[in-house]
């Protein structure tokens, strides 16, 4: 397979993955900051956060703009400078699919086509002020029929592999990232609220919302709930999301997707394959999180997920995707 | 009490019938050929049952059926970039959704004619990079091949891998108004347009099924089979598995939907140049499992930017080396470098002289007298007849550099004058046909009127010799009156049915 081509769907499933998640975070944000205890401050801020583009949206539109979530929401779903607004992302997908058109099955091409035409078309707009919750929606299942109709309609050889390592090593990473600033809060509020010894419960219920909040973004509620039998708590919902292995939004399944997708891409028994040191890492990494029993510091290893994540990816691109050659591009973050 | 006696130009009753509600007040324009129907507004007999199956429509159907049609091919990304916008905004080339039809006994006319044509080009690239026994014997003057900017000394001597120069071609025609088939120009670099014909198609017959059916036309969809056989049959090993690539300038360039389209329906990798480097004289592709062998390279990167070794230095679109590949005999570039040469408007009206020359026949398809205004005689007259002629710039395409005398203002024809005599060899002039029309759908108006159309059939080239896809780009101007249908000066396109 062509260095660049792969590139090309490697970041066709990172953008389409982060649109998504992207999609996912906001209307919990907002069903977060209706049930909850939180500020708005509280709850608003973190999205920003999460995605790296604290510093350029208070830039921008000020301190006091990160508790008003409208424009949170506005400038995380339309604003074409955000490299991570949804809007952006879906641009990206649709340019980094017609670079590889040849690659992809045609019905792989028209739905991507059809979200990014919906997206940069009056009917969005129109959704989105009608209509919060199904616009989202709206966007949440495009995406996953691009990614149902990737599975199924192509061949399951390296580019659908390529896309699909881009799509979860993603996904861990961004729901490495949410559950990070989610414990951060958590920890904050805890401290905020220790004086009042009286206000236990209250406090529980300000959690649960939270934590219930965070898996509705993962679509893991079911999921948590059939593991946990109902028993919601900050750590029963970290150590599901962080070290299950058979939900699919759960680090350790995306990171072991990952290394089982690598491991197609260069079979470790071929000698002489490029790519030896991404490998290492991504087992290294892959190996830790199923080593790990207890989640005693949380922050550090949610850091250490985001960190490596996105040194591996630097790895395949100079090892696999052809960033050292010469004129060759690379996409960024 | 009698009848009355219709008047000589109202079409019959039965006529009236066949061509149904939606063409009922359609009408020719007098003195030109309209492709479907006769003057007196009957359809051509063998297009009757066909057109009667779209015209039976209404006028708010057929508007319906047209925004379908438009709509299907936006969504299916079948778009070209428009440069200027940086937000990379796509269109859809105008389409229009009623068909031209060609009849079976038109067709063979065309497929005999345009295989002759076409074989006989090659064999002039042959002799021009050969032995030059046409110059040689005085058939066409030396100077006017020589000095083509297109003619390119240093290949000389050199065979392309697999014997082929010209794999694949797109001779455009028009029809005059006796119904005759006209070669307007040769297209033998990178003729482009053929995933139009495909999409078109498959379009039309989602949109209009029973008049398909009804009409039993060829089918275009084995173009991609039939391209991927002959590029392989012409390897330099001649493999049925030989390694192809389409090679594409990118994404930004215009015709990319075609590039990407090529190579998906080939199943062969679609690559740019960074994808490809020249080792030993030969070619390889960076895959990411370390590099690979690339024997057959469909290049659709023009020829100057191929190689900056050997074209132009400034080339950031080139493969260093890949010339030296092509000479060695190691890749074989479709086309082949050099071709235009052959498709020189200047040597245009020399054509019919290559075909008694190199295949002792008479040639088959009709041309445009052209004046050739290196020729001292020709030129006086042209600088003289300018409001008669069309002008045109031998090294230009896509509708620029042109001069359409009977349309043109006294400024620009003394501005052409100028040009003509300051550089002759520059200039053509063929006097304007009255181009063929077809109905075409006029969106505004929710009518059907007769709008000009050429044709561009394809033809592709191997070891065994030519085979014409039966079928082609139907191109329209969209204005009315207009003679210029080139998608660059706001032509749109229709699917062209051949019918068996």
Redesign the interface.
């Known amino acids: 397979?062509?260095?660049?081509?792969?590139d090309h769907c490697f970041w066709l499933g990172r953008y389409l993955e982060r649109a998504e998640n992207t999609a996912r975070v906001l209307p919990v944000t907002l069903s977060l900051t209706l049930d909850s205890e939180l500020t708005a401050r509280q709850s608003w801020r973190p999205v920003i956060v999460v995605s790296g583009v604290e510093s350029s949206f208070v830039g921008r539109y000020g301190e006091a703009a990160t508790e008003d979530g409208e424009q949170v929401q506005r400038y995380m779903t339309w604003e074409r400078d955000n490299l991570t607004s949804i809007r952006s992302s879906i641009?990206a997908v649709r340019?980094n699919a017609?670079?590889?058109?040849?690659?992809l099955s045609?019905d792989v091409?028209?739905t991507v086509?059809?979200l990014w035409?919906w997206m940069n078309g009056d009917a969005a707009e129109e959704l989105w002020e009608a209509d919060r919750e199904g616009f989202y929606r709206h966007i949440r299942d495009a995406c996953l029929l691009v990614l149902g109709t990737v599975r199924n309609t192509m061949l399951h050889d390296?580019p659908l592999d390529f896309l699909w390592m881009g799509v979860v090593l993603e996904r861990a990473s961004q729901t490495a990232r949410i559950l990070d600033v989610q414990f951060q809060n958590e920890h904050g509020l805890r401290l905020a609220q220790l004086p009042a010894a009286d206000a236990v419960g209250a406090q529980s219920a300000v959690d649960d919302a939270v934590w219930l909040a965070l898996l509705r973004a993962c679509s893991g509620l079911e999921a948590f709930m059939q593991r946990f039998g109902g028993r919601v708590g900050g750590d029963a919902v970290a150590r599901f999301l962080v070290l299950e292995p058979k939900h699919p939004r759960a680090i350790r399944f995306c990171v072991h997707e990952g290394r089982e997708r690598f491991a197609r891409?260069?079979p470790p028994e071929v000698a002489g394959?490029?790519?030896a040191r991404s490998w290492q890492r991504l087992c290294a990494l892959d190996d830790r999180l199923a080593a790990t029993e207890s989640l005693d510091d949380v922050h550090a290893l949610l850091t250490h997920v985001v960190d490596e994540v996105a040194d591996i990816s630097n790895e395949i691109g100079g090892e696999?995707?052809?960033y050292g050659?010469?004129?060759?591009?690379s996409q960024s973050q | 009490m009698a009848e009355p006696a219709l008047p000589a130009d109202t079409p019959s009753v039965s006529g009236m019938r066949a061509r149904g509600q939606l063409f009922a007040e359609y009408q020719p324009y007098p003195g030109t050929w309209d492709e479907l129907f006769l003057g007196n507004g009957s359809p051509r007999m063998p297009f009757r049952d066909a057109i009667g199956a779209i015209g039976a429509a209404t006028a708010e159907g057929f508007a319906r059926q047209q925004a379908l049609a438009e709509r299907s091919l936006l969504a299916q990304g079948v778009t070209f970039s428009v440069y200027a916008d940086d937000r990379g905004t796509e269109k859809i080339f105008p389409f229009c959704l009623v068909p031209r039809l060609i009849s079976a006994e038109d067709w063979s006319h065309l497929d005999r004619g345009l295989s002759q044509r076409v074989r006989a080009l090659g064999m002039f690239l042959d002799d021009i990079y050969g032995e030059q026994r046409i110059l040689a014997e005085g058939i066409i003057p030396r100077e006017l091949v020589l000095a083509s900017k297109q003619y390119m000394p240093i290949l000389r001597g050199i065979r392309p891998p697999g014997g082929v120069r010209v794999h694949i071609s797109g001779i455009d025609l028009i029809r005059d108004p006796e119904g005759r088939f006209r070669v307007l120009e040769d297209n033998l670099r990178t003729p482009s347009g053929v995933s139009y014909v495909l999409e078109n198609r498959a379009v039309t017959k989602r949109v209009l099924p029973r008049a398909f059916d009804l009409a039993r036309v060829h089918r275009v969809d084995s173009y991609p089979a039939q391209l991927a056989e002959t590029l392989r049959a012409c390897a330099p090993s001649g493999q049925s598995d030989s390694s192809l690539v389409v090679l594409t300038p990118g994404p930004y360039n215009s015709a990319y939907f075609e590039h990407s389209f090529l190579a998906r329906t080939m199943g062969v990798d679609l690559v740019q140049n960074v994808d490809l480097f020249v080792e030993d004289d030969r070619v390889w592709v960076r895959t990411t499992r370390g590099p690979r062998p690339v024997e057959v390279v469909y290049r659709r990167t023009d020829e100057a930017f191929l190689d900056p070794e050997v074209f132009r230095k400034d080339s950031m679109l080139g493969v260093p080396g890949i010339m030296r590949a092509w000479a060695k005999g190691n890749v074989t570039l479709a086309n082949a470098p050099g071709n235009g040469v052959a498709d020189d408007k200047a040597i245009y009206p020399f054509v019919h002289d290559m075909i008694r020359f190199y295949l002792s026949e008479e040639p088959i398809l009709a041309q445009v007298d052209t004046y050739v205004c290196a020729r001292e005689d020709d030129k006086n007259y042209v600088v003289e007849h300018l409001e008669e002629l069309v002008v045109k710039a031998v090294d230009e395409a896509g509708g620029y550099g042109m001069l359409m005398g009977p349309q043109s203002t006294a400024k620009q024809r003394a501005e052409f004058k100028e040009r003509v005599l300051a550089e002759p060899r520059k200039y053509i002039a063929q006097r304007r046909i009255e181009l063929s029309t077809c109905p075409t759908w006029i969106e505004d108006q929710n009518v059907m009127a007769p709008r000009r159309v050429d044709l561009r059939p394809y033809v592709l080239t191997g070891p065994k010799g030519p085979w014409v896809l039966p079928g082609g780009l139907t191109r329209t101007a969209l204005v009315e009156g207009s003679y210029v249908v080139n998608s660059s000066q706001g032509g749109g396109s229709k699917d062209t049915w051949v019918l068996k």
């Open positions: 397979m062509i260095s660049r081509v792969a641009n340019e017609r670079s590889i058109r040849e690659v045609l091409f028209q086509n059809e035409l390296l891409i260069r394959l490029p790519g696999l995707l052809g050659a010469p004129a060759g591009q």
